[in-house]
């Protein structure tokens, strides 16, 4: 029995020996704290960690569904974000969940980066959906030299960057709530919903730099002035200043899923930085 159940039953014969964390602790001490009944132990498995340092280094995909004219009926939204860039670099529209229309996107989105086998160093991360392992989306990763990537089974947060960008697609003020009456429709709005994202969103995760900017290496330059801007308003009015100017610095690196310490070094970093 589990000390859950002896400390109780000892109480009810009377008898009180220790608490159920005293019992844990003395069990495991003395190496009887181990897996019990039929079943497999629990295990833990590594979560996918991945780093970019350019675009086309690391892609992150998922799958959406977008409400159809009625109610239960749905079209699937297929996309590919870079995560170094935040830049959508590939989006489809279809009526259904699969791995060859996974691979045809896939396929395209290479091809608009003009990405070669022989070059290829990019990793795709996915969750643990059946389009994501499918056969053919295999067969197409690695005819392509890409690496696969997914996450943990039954862990909701492992992709956090297509989680992000899909709830930015929903949270769009002109976003259908009734509905796409067909699937032109649909495909209509996210490609004008891609051309906004990409071209038009200042996005928060790159000091407000578009996607473009930051993907097509525009960013770097685009950040030095707005620092010189600041450091020239601050040096004409130092009494507005009681610290310094802000910081439009951003780091080199880019994880997917970091560890704690490098985690704790980003924000390290960031600190350090201001």
């Not at 690391?58 to 590919?80: E, K, M």
């Amino acid at each position: 029995m589990p000390p859950s159940q002896i400390v109780p039953i000892l109480a009810d014969q009377g008898i009180y020996i220790a608490s159920e964390s005293t019992f844990y602790r003395v069990m495991h001490e003395a190496g009887e704290q181990n897996h019990r009944g039929r079943c497999k132990a629990p295990s833990s498995k590594p979560k996918s960690t991945h780093c970019a340092t350019k675009p086309n280094r690391v892609w992150s995909w998922d799958i959406t569904y977008l409400p159809g004219p009625v109610r239960g009926l749905y079209f699937s939204l297929y996309l590919i974000l870079d995560i170094f860039s935040r830049d959508i670099v590939g989006w489809e529209v279809w009526v259904e969940e699969s791995a060859e229309n996974a691979s045809q996107l896939i396929r395209r989105a290479v091809m608009a980066q003009n990405i070669t086998r022989q070059e290829s160093l990019l990793v795709l991360h996915s969750d643990n959906g059946s389009p994501m392992k499918g056969a053919s989306m295999l067969e197409t990763l690695y005819q392509l030299g890409i690496t696969p990537s997914r996450s943990r089974s039954r862990v909701s947060n492992d992709n956090p960057y297509s989680e992000s960008v899909f709830k930015t697609c929903k949270y769009r003020p002109s976003y259908p709530m009734g509905g796409f009456a067909t699937i032109n429709d649909a495909r209509r709005w996210v490609k004008e919903f891609v051309h906004w994202y990409n071209y038009n969103h200042h996005h928060s995760g790159i000091k407000f730099l578009t996607p473009h900017q930051r993907h097509s290496g525009q960013g770097e330059e685009i950040l030095k002035k707005r620092h010189q801007l600041y450091e020239a308003a601050k040096a004409r009015h130092p009494e507005r200043w009681t610290r310094q100017t802000r910081d439009w610095s951003l780091p080199n690196e880019v994880w997917l899923n970091p560890e704690k310490s490098q985690a704790e070094d980003q924000v390290e970093s960031k600190t350090d930085a201001s």
